[in-house]
């Protein structure tokens, strides 16, 4: 008998969305299958006090190993989605389907001289076209009698019928519009025939002539004042809107198709598959892989392709192939699926209708399976021991490396030269140590030189600190590096206050890292080791981790450290090099965006963004702004004298813009200038270009 807390996920992990649920024995076997409206809301239901749960539950939650689920859209495709695993996995506790019925369909007997429209179960005649499945004989029953009055087909048993035709009398559905009555006479086999037929159409979803057709004629009705009929027709689209609920798990009569959905980051892509047979989801299968190299989602397409159907042939492939993104080149890859299957195989990007509402529904699976396993990773303490012991053996240190830290340089060709340093303890980012870097000791482009200058600064602080016991003076910023290093949420500038003794943590620098990790190979390695050097540091390790090949680089070896790419130490340097590359980029951007947006005000001690916007909005242009005297800018409300003569000199230190010229006939345009300091118009072209202009392989 198995503990349920044992196997009960995190509240957090469950989405609270509609969905199925599987639990499984520890032969992995299903033994229950459920549906919920909210899966978060229904599994807690199950891991409460067993005092408190009915007997069979407690029985199936004492049974059950693990618990697994799927997210749908609706509660709709969560019941026919329960159904067809029910079928499947013929769970143990599901004893409310363990009977000799199967579920109902609607069906509609083509094969009669009068097709009837009925509710049937067990075998499928030839002949018939069915639909459904349905959970209940009662939903088909009112979706029959919605759509009857615009598709008033016979619903009779055949002995009503033949009683009708003898006395020539049809029944009370005849009487009040329901059924076209074929029994006396009112419409021909062949009308009738016709009328069943289009009353399939719209049950495989074709609705939208239909609901045209009647909407046209309501309107003419209303045109010619005939009210009533037009009231009609009226009810009669509701009717129809309102037996037109989608149904993304269940598609197209006898469809065979296989969904493949795909829901990446820079790190990993998760994969899901729905395998749809004769219109019904059959099964589903998922895993997530690591990216080893830049790939994209049709390469990932591929590689899931070649894994699902290497070893499958004939009807193990199906007919078509639903993905989200086509293979480049396409043409080899559907030959193959075309050898392999022996016939056609179309393989295509589903735009519109049932399938792509379902392909939407993978997708949400896919992606919910991507954060599942991010957040099990991540979170789960275990793992990341053992990442860290990963990375102790490969680096060969002494100890498991509690404190991370690494370093990644950022710029634009060579303008706006940034980095950052994040921090990960015991295996989790700890943003509150993140820190970023202005690069100030030279300009240009040197990733080498900039990598230097931020170790040496970063450990510089560290000394001086640790020469203080951890006490630092008021208004010390950056005394002996020669300029300033940011906390995360900081602009430029020297960083003011300090932390408190109360929290028990040494003050910003003091505390050393057990590892450092630079955005780079080889070179970058060497640098932040000879930093280390110069300063007479020799406790701390260096390592680099380089993109293109994850190779991890120690400082004074000729040859990588390869670790497996199933390492948890490497998805741990992976997941602290990739954040520091973030880290660095937004900052990037941000210095960049900020001196496109710069003008002669932002030079002005004081003149916040409130007195900036109320001199713009009063002056109506820098143009004018410029031009005014000291006078007219003591207007301004909240503007005092000293402050006029600020903007006046700031303005006198900076030359106007050249005026603008028409190239076409060499007149000076007369225009205001623009505002440059009211708002934030956009970053310009060059910020597309390529932002990877960075650290370890420009």
Known sequence: ????????????????????????????????????????????NYFQDLAGLHPRTRTMVTTAASVEWTVVSTEVEALQLEYSWIKEYDPRFNVKYRDDKSYPYLAVTMNEEFPRAQVMRGHKKKGVRYFGPYAHAWAIRDTVDLLLRVFPVRTCSAGVFRNAARTGRPCLLGYIGKCSAPCVGRISPDDHWELADE????????????????????????????????????????????????????LADATDADLIAVA???????????HVRGGRVRGQRGWVTDKVEEVTTGALVEHALQQLYGEETGDAVPKEVLVPALPEPLEPVQEWLTARRGSNVSLRIPQRGDKRALMETVERNAQQGLALHKTKRASDLTTRSRALEEIADALALDSAPLRIECYDISH????????????????LARKSEYRRFQIKGFEGQDDVRSMHEVITRR????????????????????????????PAGAADGPVAGNLTEDDGRPKRFAYPP????????????????????????????????????????????????ILPRSSEGLYLLQRVRDEAHRFAITYQRTKRAKRFRAGPLDDVPGLGETRRQALIKHFGSMKRLRSATIDQ???????????????AAAFARTAPPAPAVNTATGEIMDEEEPDTTAGSPGEPVAAGAPEDRRGQET
């Open 412 to 427: 634009l060709q060579g303008d706006d030269v940034v980095a950052s340093m994040v921090v990960f303890e015991d295996g």
């Open 514 to 561: 057990q590892l450092v990790v630079v955005d780079g190979g080889q070179p970058q390695v060497a640098a932040a080791k000879r930093a280390l050097d110069e300063l007479g540091i020799d406790d701390i390790a260096v390592c680099g981790l380089a993109k293109r090949l994850e190779e991890v680089w120690l400082p004074d070896d000729d040859d990588p450290v």
């Open 199 to 250: 009353f399939c159409d719209f049950m495989t979803g074709r609705t939208g002539t239909y609901l045209r057709r009647l909407e046209k004629q309501m309107t003419e009705a209303a045109e010619e004042m005939e009210y009533e009929r037009a009231a009609r027709l009226r009810d009669d689209i509701g009717a129809l809107k309102k037996a037109m609920e989608k149904n993304a798990v269940v």
């Open 1 to 44: 008998m198995a503990d349920p807390s044992s196997y009960r996920p995190k509240p957090g992990q469950i989405p609270d969305s509609p969905g199925v649920y599987r639990f499984r024995d520890e032969h992995r076997r299903v033994i229950y299958v459920g549906k919920a409206k909210s899966l978060r809301q229904r599994l807690a």
């Open 633 to 647: 800018i003591c207007e301004v409300p909240g503007i005092g004298r000293k402050t006029a003569e600020t903007i």
């Open 264 to 274: 990446e980051d820079e790190l990993e892509a998760a994969v899901q598959i729905f």
């Open 459 to 486: 450990f510089r602080r560290y000394l001086a600190d640790k020469e203080r016991t951890g006490e630092w003076g008021d208004g010390d910023t950056d005394a002996v590096a020669g300029s300033a290093e940011l």
